[in-house]
C-alpha cells in the first residue's frame, strides 16, 4: 500500500506549505526518468481577440520569483503576453502519472539575467536568435538559411555574439500551482495551492 501525507494523499505530495519546495522535489524526479526534456511545458497565452493559444517551451529556470522562459521578444506569444500578461503553464510528465498547472502574470526578466542565459547558448543558438524573425511568414526555407549564413558572416566570433535586443526572458509569477498524480479508476489525487493576499500560500484538496 502507497504511504499516505497528513492529507490522506500520496506521499510524493509531501508536507510542504511552498509550492515552489513541492516543484523543485517533482522536478528532480522528473529529470531522472523523462527520456526528453523534463523541463517541457506547454504555455497558454491570450491574445487581443481573446482566442487562447497554447504552445510547448523549454523551463530555464525557477525560484521563489517564478518559472523563467526564453524566446523572441517580437514572436505571437511575446506580442500576446504584452497585451494580456495573464498567462498559464502545464508540466506532464508521463513517466510519473504526473502533472504541473501553474497560472500567474508574466513579466520580462532582467538584462542581466537575459545576457547570462543567452550567452550560454550555443553558438548556432544565439545566431539563430538574429537570424529567425519568430513566427513571421517565410516565402521558403532557403530565406531563413541565407538569413543565418549573413548573420555567421557578421558574427563570426563565436565568442562576440551579442544578445539582440528582441530577445529576452518572461517569468511567470505564480498566483495558482496545481499538482496532481494519476490515480486508479481516474480517481486522481490533486493537491491545489493558492497564493493569499499576505503572500502566504494557502493549500486544499480538489476533488478528481
Known sequence: MNQKN???IDLCFKDLDNPMNLFREWFNEAK???INDPNALALATVGKNGIPS???VLL???NEKGFVFYTNLNSRKSTEI???PNASMCFHWKSLLRQVRIIGKLSKVLDADADNYYNSRSY???IGAWASNQSSLLKSRDELLNSIEE???KYPNEK???RPKHWSGWNLIPVEIEFWLDGKDRIHERLYYCKKANGEWEKNLLSP
Open 151 to 153: 548573420f555567421k558572416k
Open 124 to 126: 548556432g543558438s544565439r
Open 6 to 8: 497528513s492529507l490522506g
Open 32 to 34: 531522472k526518468t523523462e
Open 160 to 162: 562576440d555574439v551579442p
Open 54 to 56: 497554447v504552445r510547448m
Open 60 to 62: 530555464k529556470d525557477f
Open 82 to 84: 504584452k497585451s494580456n
